[in-house]
């Protein structure tokens, strides 16, 4: 029997904090940026950004560096695209589709830089324009505190 979406269109809790433990701890580069995973839906993931003094890219001003911002929403463009690819695979274990995360790659990345980043958090939203067999295609944006578009960005990534 095929399992089914929740009703509000959410994934089983297993998968849900098994895509957490993966994308904030397993994957280092992430923790080091320190960021957390909000809410995860199979179109659209949102994440949050403590600012740190290590995330300044500017002294003068205490602004997020944008190497910060771009591999902030390369990485969550990444995430959207694998759970997209899971709401696709109901059908097998929370476990197998963990296992996505393995074939998830950055083929193409822009970063539009919008204005300065500055604030004590950062919120972030990547959005699944398609998810086909082997490529997929998001949209991210990068808010301050007050939510001001920061950044916005598109992502292509290998699926398969």
Do not use: W
Not at 2 to 11: A, I, M
Not at 63 to 72: L, P
Not at 128 to 137: E, F, M, N, Q, Y
Not at 144 to 159: E, F, K, L, Q, R
């Amino acid at each position: 029997m095929k399992k089914r979406l929740s009703p509000d269109g959410h994934f089983e809790p297993e998968f849900v904090e098994g895509v957490r433990a993966i994308f904030e701890e397993k994957i280092v580069f992430n923790q080091i940026l320190g960021v957390k995973l909000v809410d995860i839906t199979p179109t659209v993931v949102t994440a949050r950004l403590p600012m740190r003094p290590e995330l300044v890219g500017h002294f003068a001003y205490n602004r997020v560096h944008g190497g910060v911002i771009s591999a902030s929403l390369d990485a969550l463009g990444g995430v959207a695209c694998l759970v997209a690819k899971a709401a696709r695979h109901m059908d097998q274990t929370p476990v197998h589709r963990l296992d996505f995360f393995l074939k998830v790659g950055t083929i193409d990345l822009r970063i539009d830089y919008l204005r300065q980043g500055i604030g004590e958090f950062f919120d972030m939203r990547a959005e699944v324009l398609r998810i086909g067999s082997r490529v997929g295609t998001t949209r991210m944006e990068f808010f301050d505190p007050d939510g001001h578009m920061v950044a916005a960005g598109s992502g292509a990534y290998i699926v398969s």
